[in-house]
């Protein structure tokens, strides 16, 4: 398995933006499909954006198209979200994961994860 450690969640306004950092260790970065997952209060943890070993496609849930973007730095050991015109139903804990093998969104699928790192969009 590979080891994650995300940084870079906080508080921010509502149209905000935040970057997230996920830094990778252990194996081999670059044969790993990555991905961020968020999981709010009372509800289930769901796929937020995933990237392929090779960063060349990804994948986005439709409620965070055209504000956040995922992608991957294979030298550095380190896949970003950035999270742009936040809104209050982002505030969720997001968590970082690698697949060995093709992209996917579903979270059992992944096998290892991150601590995660809260992010609070206030109104």
């Known amino acids: 398995q590979v080891h994650l450690v995300e940084s870079g969640g906080g508080l921010v306004q509502a149209g905000g933006s935040l970057r997230l950092s996920c830094a990778a260790s252990?194996?081999?970065?670059?044969?790993?499909?990555m991905g961020w997952f968020r999981q709010a209060p009372g509800k289930e943890r769901e796929s937020v954006a995933v990237?392929?070993?090779?960063?060349?496609?990804?994948d986005y849930a439709a409620s965070v198209k055209g504000r956040f973007t995922i992608s991957r730095d294979n030298a550095k050991n380190t896949v970003y979200l950035q999270m742009n015109s936040l809104k209050p139903e982002d505030t969720a804990v997001y968590y970082c994961?690698?697949?060995?093998?093709?992209?996917?969104?579903?979270?059992?699928?992944?096998?290892?994860w991150g601590q995660g790192t809260q992010v609070t969009v206030s109104s």
């Open positions: 990237i392929s070993w090779s960063g060349g496609y990804t």
């Open positions: 252990g194996r081999t970065f670059s044969n790993y499909a």
């Open positions: 994961a690698a697949r060995g093998g093709p992209i996917a969104t579903i979270s059992s699928d992944f096998g290892s």
